[in-house]
């Protein structure tokens, strides 16, 4: 007899089908799946919903511009209630995270202290590779800590306060050992922030004399080749290190025909784009509120993006989320990038394509929020499957009797604004389990705190 049995559903088999079932749950990880499983301990009748594994969020930031103790019970509850089971967190130290460029022998544990007993959802943590000494830590940080993703920022190149090791040379040496652990850990990632800094600022100058005060001039500061130059310079890289990349963010159709040139040329490069490149665009009536990193584009890039998300070259999805407020973006030049959006990746994805694009449908949908950022992060198969053995995260979602629309409230991060306030949802997420524990219906969370660190890969045990 399983410990709970989810009844009635329709489960959704990421790149398979939807097929009417049930679900066994016992120990946290999911020890049936199929018709007729019997009895249960507990058993929740979902009522012909859909029932797919939990969203893995591949790309979120706790703790970057408020206290990671906050962002962690405010933004993981913003993304328990969105669906999304499992956070991967970028984080690093430096200005806005830290005070200095310490080495990560000592600030990892205690940023690890800082979540622990906090987070809805279990997660794990991608490090910033800044300094000589960083570098020298990677074969312990992939061994002993299970961080399988090491990120480099090439837009910091230059940048005394922070990318003061930076260039061509620490990058090239940082694939170099990625590559060499890739037989060890073949989960081991490389992970780069692609802009070129010198475009960057060449075009930034420009339009600060122009007078530039809005969305478009923003992305015309951060242009479309600064992303394509130094996708090609990872590209090559990636070819001549042998070093598996991920490449996350990709903002605009020039950015991704770069990457998937490279793709094609043999290099291991799985690439993601995020919600907002895909539902937002520099004329969004959102103005400023939707300024990020890389610049939202124009309504072509959106279309050959979703296009690259049909036909499977875009592997992934994350939000990017980091937490702010409306304050801190009433100017174009001082605004803070980027703003909440993992509670909305499921909800938002799955109406914009699956239920009005028709491009997705629910199994292509949760095949890349769940299998393929589970598999780029060395999370598979215990998330981001239904298929016993793995853990049971479980996300219910509903048809709505009315149809909702996003405001601030509805998101329920801490910050006081969305971009995508106003959107109309169809369908949305009414239970969210993790490791077989209900952490949130709509009444809100019902399981505070629970969520574990991740140390990867994930071993079956």
């Known amino acids: 007899m399983s410990e709970l049995v989810v009844r009635n559903a329709r489960l959704v088999f990421p790149h398979a089908g939807v097929v009417e079932g049930e679900v066994g749950v016992s120990g946290g990880r999911i020890d049936a799946v199929g018709k ?87 997660y794990a943590v991608n490090l910033g590779m800044l300094t000589r000494a960083h570098l020298a830590e990677v074969p312990d940080l992939v061994r002993n800590e299970g961080v399988t993703t090491l990120k480099y920022f090439a837009h910091y190149e230059g940048r005394a306060d922070i990318g003061r090791d930076l260039d061509a040379g620490y990058f090239y040496s940082l694939a170099e050992a990625v590559a060499r652990l890739r037989a060890e850990v ?76 490279y793709v094609a040329r043999g290099a291991d490069l799985t690439i993601e784009t995020s919600l907002h490149y895909l539902t937002l665009t520099s004329d969004s009536p959102a103005g400023l509120l939707a300024k990020v990193n890389p610049a939202v584009r124009r ?32 100017e174009l030049w001082s605004a803070k990038p980027a703003f909440a959006g993992t509670g909305l990746l499921l909800p938002l994805l799955f109406e914009e394509g699956v239920v009005r694009r028709r491009l997705l449908s629910p199994e292509s949908l949760w095949g890349i929020l769940a299998e393929n950022n589970a598999k780029a992060h060395g999370l ?17 979602v509903e048809k709505l009797a009315n149809p909702r629309r996003v405001t601030a409230e509805l998101v329920h991060s801490a910050a006081d604004y969305s971009p995508y306030e106003g959107r109309e949802l169809h ?17 809100g969370v019902r399981s505070p705190g629970t969520g574990t660190y991740l140390r990867r890969p994930l071993g079956p045990g």
């Open 186 to 261: 073949p989960a081991v990632r490389l992970s780069v922030h692609s802009e070129d800094p010198y475009i960057v600022r060449e075009a930034t100058d420009r339009e600060k004399q122009r007078g530039g005060i809005d969305l478009e001039a923003y992305r015309r500061s951060r242009p479309e080749v600064a992303e394509a130059v130094a996708i090609a310079r990872l590209g090559e890289t990636a070819l001549a290190t042998g070093a598996p990349v991920y490449l996350p963010h990709v903002s605009s159709a020039l950015g991704y025909a770069r990457a998937a040139e």
């Open 36 to 122: 007729d499983l019997g009895r249960g301990d507990r058993e929740v009748d979902v009522h012909g919903a859909l029932v797919g594994p939990g969203v893995v969020d591949p790309h979120t930031h706790v703790g970057i511009y408020r206290p990671a103790e906050e962002d962690a019970r405010t933004e993981s509850e913003c993304a328990v209630r969105g669906g999304v089971t499992t956070m991967v967190t970028y984080w690093r130290v430096g200005e806005p995270y830290t005070d200095g460029l310490v080495e990560y022998g000592r600030a990892f544990p205690a940023f690890r202290a800082r979540l622990e007993g906090r987070m809805h959802t279990d």
């Open 299 to 330: 309504t072509e890039d959106v279309e050959s993006l979703w296009a690259a998300v049909a036909r499977g070259g875009l592997r992934c999805i994350g939000s990017d989320h980091a937490s702010n407020l409306r304050r801190e973006k009433t």
């Open 380 to 396: 598979f198969p215990r998330k981001g499957t239904l298929a016993p053995g793995a853990d049971a995260d479980l996300v219910v």
């Open 427 to 443: 369908y949305a997420p009414t239970r969210t389990f993790v490791r077989g524990e209900l952490v949130a219906d709509e009444s």
